[in-house]
């Protein structure tokens, strides 16, 4: 059984099952991320329940794992080498898990790192837009008078989706017909920017023809469903 007493965050949440990968997160579109991957790719793990609202991620036990403090991060007790292996932010971790299965990223090189690049998009470009959009529409930020921010993000995010539309315009997921992680780490994103933050009408997203469609066929995955429920939030 694998030993990761090394860990210090695994004093704060326990491993009942350190054979499995620890996965420490919040179901945020960062944090199911990592949870969709692991249902997708079948892969045996253990989900600890980071409270952001607690500030769980600001204390030592997290942020010696993770020192950006920020959902999720995971230790694979088989990791390179067959050892205890700890990775933190979201795109490191797909990109990590899917080259340990050998799936949901293309074996050819040139469609290996297209994948990459979107991944990329999502997390410079789709994430932030959208997570700032999410804070001056839904959060805090719509107190604010000016609104100029928030449009801003919201004319930003508008333009990034008519880049995911033209993207899918002629393929079923972003490369093709293969699902990748590339759909993962904006699939979370695209669903909470109209369902959780309430913003469809700010960008336009009835407008969208080829976008709704494929967020609809990435819930409809049960593996999707089950990672956009893990770690389970308190009832």
């Not at 990968?21 to 079948?42: F, H, R």
């Not at 919201?154 to 079923?172: C, F, I, P, Q, Y």
Request: glycine share 8%; net charge negative.
């Amino acid at each position: 059984m694998a030993d990761l007493s090394a860990f210090p965050i695994t004093k704060r949440w326990p491993a009942s099952h350190p054979d499995r990968i620890q996965l420490y997160s919040l179901p945020t579109p960062n944090g199911v991320k990592a949870s969709i991957a692991l249902e997708e790719l079948e892969l045996p793990y253990e989900p600890h329940l980071i409270d952001i609202g607690k500030n769980e991620t600001w204390g030592p036990e997290f942020l010696s794992l993770n020192p950006n403090g920020k959902i999720p991060a995971i230790i694979d007790p088989d990791g390179p080498d067959g050892k205890p292996f700890g990775l933190w932010e979201s795109g490191a971790i797909l990109l990590y898990l899917a080259e340990k299965t050998g799936k949901l990223l293309p074996k050819d090189p040139a469609a290996r790192y297209e994948t990459i690049q979107w991944v990329f998009f999502q997390m410079a470009a789709i994430g932030p837009m959208f997570g700032q959009l999410g804070f001056f529409h839904k959060f805090a930020g719509r107190e604010y008078e000016d609104k100029r921010p928030r449009d801003r993000y919201a004319n930003e995010s508008k333009r990034l989706l008519g880049v995911l539309e033209d993207r899918l315009g002629s393929r079923t997921w972003i490369m093709g017909d293969d699902y990748t992680i590339a759909d993962i780490s904006m699939l979370g994103w695209v669903r909470n920017l109209v369902g959780f933050y309430g913003a469809g009408e700010l960008v336009d997203y009835a407008s969208l023809t080829h976008v709704p469609i494929w967020l609809e066929r990435c819930l409809s995955r049960p593996a999707v469903q089950r990672g956009l429920d893990s770690p389970k939030r308190p009832a």
